[in-house]
């Protein structure tokens, strides 16, 4: 079974689509775990409008802001032996994206975590932005190829056995806690480098600019290898 935990927060204009890629999904073994840290807009009641879609459908409150924390508590709860951790602005335009995460753990039952790619929803999608995420995710192969696995915060595939071995995510990093999480997983399992391929919204994008995120990113990546920790304290949510 796949247990697939959304942090949120205020994602009442985005929740909608993922949660409407996941219902049209041809796998559907598999429960949805939103963790939400006060939301103040219409979220909870946009996620409530699923429930009867999904064998399972829980909606949890929490008090902090922090996705770290959000992602460890949903996956407490959860009961599936494979973790899917999923930004609320996610798009699973693959209709066999979960089936294929399946095949490969059953195929290759030793590896325990998978390396996906994300691009921009294509109905935002510009040229730029299309070839930034060419040229980035390029580079993230050769890093996999070289045994630096690297998966994207917006969609990350875990075993819960071995995602709880290493203690889940670090809820003292509030930047590059994928990259330390992945850090870590390397060291405890083999990682599988994937061809998946997941959709993001580009409001990030088009509100903080490629420059200054690539900046965010490569820096606070770096810092992370160095000294285990995050440059930063706080990665502002853009709406």
């Known amino acids: 079974m796949l247990s697939i935990i959304i942090p949120t927060l205020n994602e009442e204009k ?7 890629t996941l219902k049209n999904q041809f796998y559907t073994n598999f429960e949805v775990i939103v963790v939400d840290c006060g939301s103040t807009d219409a979220t909870e009641q946009v996620v409530n409008k699923f429930r009867h879609r999904f064998k399972r459908l829980d909606f949890i409150r929490t008090n902090e802001k922090n996705a770290s924390k959000q992602r460890n508590t949903g996956a407490k709860v959860a009961v599936g032996d494979i973790l899917i951790f999923l930004d609320a602005d996610m798009i699973l335009y693959d209709q066999h994206f979960l089936s294929n995460i399946v095949k490969v753990f059953k195929a290759q039952d030793y590896f325990s975590a998978l390396v996906t790619y994300i691009m921009i929803d294509p109905k935002e999608a510009t040229v730029f ?3 930034f995420f060419a040229v980035n995710n390029f580079w993230l192969k050769i890093l996999s ?25 670090n809820e003292q990093m509030f930047v590059a806690e994928d990259i330390d999480l992945f850090r870590r997983l390397s ?10 391929v997941a959709h993001e919204s580009a409001r990030r994008y088009r509100q903080v600019g490629y420059l200054k995120l690539w900046w965010h990113w490569t820096v606070n ?7 285990k920790k995050s440059l930063i304290k ?3 949510p853009v709406r």
Request: include cysteine.
């Open 14 to 20: 985005y929740i909608n689509k993922l949660l409407n």
């Open 129 to 131: 932005d299309n070839l």
């Open 145 to 169: 190829a070289i045994g630096i696995h690297i998966s994207r915060g917006g969609c990350m595939v875990v075993k819960k056995q071995i995602f709880d071995k290493i203690k889940g995510f």
């Open 187 to 196: 060291k405890a399992a083999r990682i599988k480098d994937t061809d998946l």
């Open 221 to 227: 990546g770096i810092w992370c290898f160095l000294f």
């Open 234 to 236: 706080e990665w502002k």
